[in-house]
Structures are given as C-alpha cells and as structure tokens.
C-alpha cells in the first residue's frame, strides 16, 4: 500500500476508493492522457497478457479519453510518441 492508502501493492485499487482512479488497458489512450498532463499512478500486472493502466482521476479526463476515441484530440506527436516509449518502458521494466 502506498503512503497515502490510495492504492495497494502491484498497481491494484483499493475497493473503498476506486472511483478516484480512471483504468484502461489501451496503450495509445494512456499515453494521450499523459501527454495532456494526467498523472498516471500505477500499472496493475496482475494479468499476464495485459497491463492496465490506472491514472488519478481529475477534472477534463474523461472529454480527454472521449476525443481520443472520437479522433478529436491533439496533442503534440513528438510527445506523444515519447510518452509511448516511456510507458513500453515501465512496462517492461517493472
């Protein structure tokens, strides 16, 4: 568990406070949300074929995750694609 309590061990979200975290599993997605500034809290492995990413929910991050899906969103591709390589990264390497 972190400082704070907000999160357990490995990424996992306590069941009393989940609703403070927005979860998803999609790469691209994730790396939208940190290139328009979310803080991305922790990744979940506990599946061993996919990673799901957990991100503090915050104000805007939901119209952020909608114009992603929707082709709406812009942020800048040098960015993004370096924010991709860093999530590959603690992917990988965690």
């Known amino acids: 568990m972190t400082k704070?309590?907000?999160?357990?061990?490995?990424g996992r979200i306590s069941s009393d406070n989940y609703q403070d975290f927005l979860t998803t599993y999609d790469l691209g997605c994730s790396?939208?949300?940190v290139s328009s500034g979310f803080e991305l809290v922790s990744l979940?492995?506990?599946?061993p074929k996919k990673v799901q990413f957990i991100f503090r929910r915050e104000i805007g991050i939901e119209k952020v995750v909608d114009d992603y899906f929707a082709d709406r969103l812009e942020v800048k591709a040098r960015t993004f694609?370096?924010?991709v390589k860093m999530l590959k990264n603690r992917i990988?390497?965690?």
Do not use: H, I, P, V
Request: proline residues 0%; hydrophobic residues 15%.
């Open 81 to 83: 694609f370096d924010n």
């Open 4 to 10: 704070n309590g907000e999160t357990e061990e490995k």
């Open 92 to 94: 990988y390497s965690e």
């Open 31 to 33: 790396s939208a949300l």
């Open 44 to 47: 979940d492995k506990t599946n």
